[in-house]
């Protein structure tokens, strides 16, 4: 196997084989021939695709190759400067082709010597147009505090592009990619002006123009001088929590909690609500709850901004605590006159500052020792302790009206609760009449107890006999006698001379039971 590697770009070669002949073929040497015809092949590159300005030639860069001698550029309805048969030449886009932006060159290589052919390469410019349009628009209006931009949309030229802003201080904004955002960062409260009153694109063409955006950053209103007048009020009392914002025509709305529960009466529960353009709005409600002790209604306020943003400021507390209604628990009694009466005052309430209670006494003519309680009133570890002397002839009603309070933070009565009345009756101090008698040994007396007294209950007396020694059948009458029954004794005197009975008597109201109380005095 015998190579042939030529040594000339083209050419044609004859090679001849002869075989030698040996032993009985010594002599015969036959041989053949062929003809052998070659060349190189030829390469071309037309250079990469390309974008030139709108109104820019096309520096072109064509390479060739291998066989290739020579290459002619074609195509296009432009012109090749200096021709088009000059690798680089320089390509002029015509009219139509700027118009329609694009435009394909082909460079095509000389046929080569020998077998192989021609071949070609092809390039697409595009062309680029002038900037022709844009406007300037943004993030639009905002509260203050978020971060506010600006951008432009532009038609034709070619990026990246250079803005030039009226209004921005770091104008002119170089490298710019149409549609995209141009940072403001936080602008102060107020009207901000823009306008984008030229773009100049990557290849120098500029349009001027008058494009206006305006941006206006409102102020977030701050509710923290709203007024909270009623910080703490009784049981049904009415809530004043007046409105305040440092921005004009701002609105409120509130949400409300309460700790802890409790049953709020009906239509005097705490609401929700808002008020459009609330400055110096009360938010004025009736609380009443069923509740044993304080509680505690917490107001939530976020004040809103005017006009389309609307900006929300930070929500603002106030809270009320609605004191209870303070009930007190006592119980009405009988006593006797000039006996102390102890009438012990109960309540299950609380308050945020405590509570105490306070009472009045309405005595009748003829009873003494009833009178009011102290004007900053007691604790209900105090009972109420009056000694009532009755100088009349009946039973006499004291009635005692006893009011708890919760107290305020200087300890004074603040809210009244429900007023309770109890009676306590004093009894009079109870008088009988009675007179002595002589009577004979074995004779029977019949003593005549009366009294003009009168009670509740009743009147009854008791008696105490004391005889002489010598008598007897006198005894004591413990029990208690009917004022309408005299004392019927019969005594017996077994000795030589007179003999005296003594009876000490006593009158006594009875108890509901029937049984003595209040003894009188003895006679």
């Known amino acids: 196997l015998a190579t042939f590697t030529p040594t000339v770009n083209a050419g044609i070669f004859t090679a001849t084989l002869t075989l030698t002949g040996s032993g009985a073929c010594a002599g015969t040497n036959p041989s053949d021939t062929r003809v052998i015809e070659w060349g190189f092949a030829a390469t071309v590159n037309a250079g990469p695709d390309q974008s030139i300005c709108a109104n820019a030639d096309a520096p072109l860069a064509g390479v060739i190759g291998g066989g290739a001698s020579s290459a002619t550029w074609s195509g296009g309805t432009g012109t090749y400067n200096p021709n088009n048969a000059a690798l680089n030449a320089v390509y002029t886009p015509s009219l139509a082709e700027r118009t329609a932006q694009t435009v394909t060159l082909t460079l095509t290589t000389d046929d080569p010597v020998g077998a192989c052919n021609a071949v070609s390469d092809q390039i697409t410019i595009s062309i680029g147009t002038l900037p022709n349009a844009a406007n300037?628009?943004?993030?639009?209006?905002?509260?203050?505090?978020?971060?506010?931009?600006?951008?432009?949309?532009?038609?034709?030229?070619?990026?990246?592009?250079?803005?030039?802003?009226?209004?921005?201080?770091?104008?002119?904004?170089?490298?710019?990619?149409?549609?995209?955002?141009?940072?403001?960062?936080?602008?102060?409260?107020?009207?901000?002006?823009?306008?984008?009153?030229?773009?100049?694109?990557?290849?120098?063409?500029?349009?001027?123009l008058t494009a206006p955006y305006s941006i206006t950053i409102n102020q977030v209103p701050d509710a923290g001088t709203t007024l909270n007048n009623t910080p703490v009020i009784c049981n049904d009392g009415t809530t004043d929590i007046v409105l305040h914002s440092d921005v004009a025509g701002t609105s409120f709305s509130w949400t409300v909690s309460s700790s802890p529960a409790v049953t709020w009466q009906t239509g005097k529960e705490p609401v929700p609500g808002n008020q459009l353009n609330g400055e110096g709005f009360s938010i004025a409600q009736n609380l009443a709850h069923n509740g044993t002790g304080p509680v505690t209604v917490t107001y939530t306020i976020t004040p809103v901004g005017p006009g389309a943003t609307a900006c929300g400021g930070t929500p603002v507390t106030r809270t009320v605590i609605v004191q209870p209604t303070v009930t007190v628990t006592a119980s009405g009694t009988t006593t006797c006159s000039a006996t102390p009466v102890n009438i012990d005052v109960n309540t299950v309430n609380t308050g945020t500052y405590g509570v105490r209670y306070n009472w009045t006494a309405a005595a009748p003519a003829g009873v003494t020792g009833a009178s009011n309680g102290p004007a900053g009133g007691v604790t209900f570890a105090t009972n109420i302790s009056q000694t009532l002397t009755n100088t009349t002839l009946t039973s006499q009603l004291v009635t005692y009206t006893i009011t708890g309070y919760t107290l305020d933070a200087g300890g004074v009565l603040a809210c009244p609760g429900t007023p309770l009345t109890i009676d306590v009756w004093v009894e009079p101090n109870v008088l009988v009449t009675a007179s002595g008698a002589t009577i004979c040994s074995g004779s029977s007396t019949n003593i005549d107890v009366n009294t003009v007294y009168s009670s509740t209950n009743g009147i009854s007396y008791a008696w105490t006999a004391v005889a002489q020694a010598g008598v007897t059948g006198a005894s004591n009458g413990t029990s208690g006698t009917p004022v309408t029954t005299n004392i019927v004794q019969t005594l017996t005197n077994s000795a030589t001379a007179p003999r005296s009975v003594t009876y000490t008597i006593t009158g006594y109201t009875l108890d509901a039971g029937g049984a003595l109380n209040c003894a009188g005095t003895p006679i």
């Open 136 to 208: 300037l628009t943004g993030s639009g209006d905002g509260c203050y505090g978020v971060t506010s931009s600006l951008r432009t949309f532009i038609t034709g030229g070619a990026p990246p592009y250079t803005l030039e802003i009226s209004g921005y201080a770091a104008s002119p904004v170089s490298g710019y990619v149409s549609g995209t955002d141009i940072n403001l960062g936080v602008l102060p409260v107020g009207t901000h002006n823009y306008t984008l009153v030229r773009v100049t694109d990557g290849c120098g063409n500029t349009l001027d």
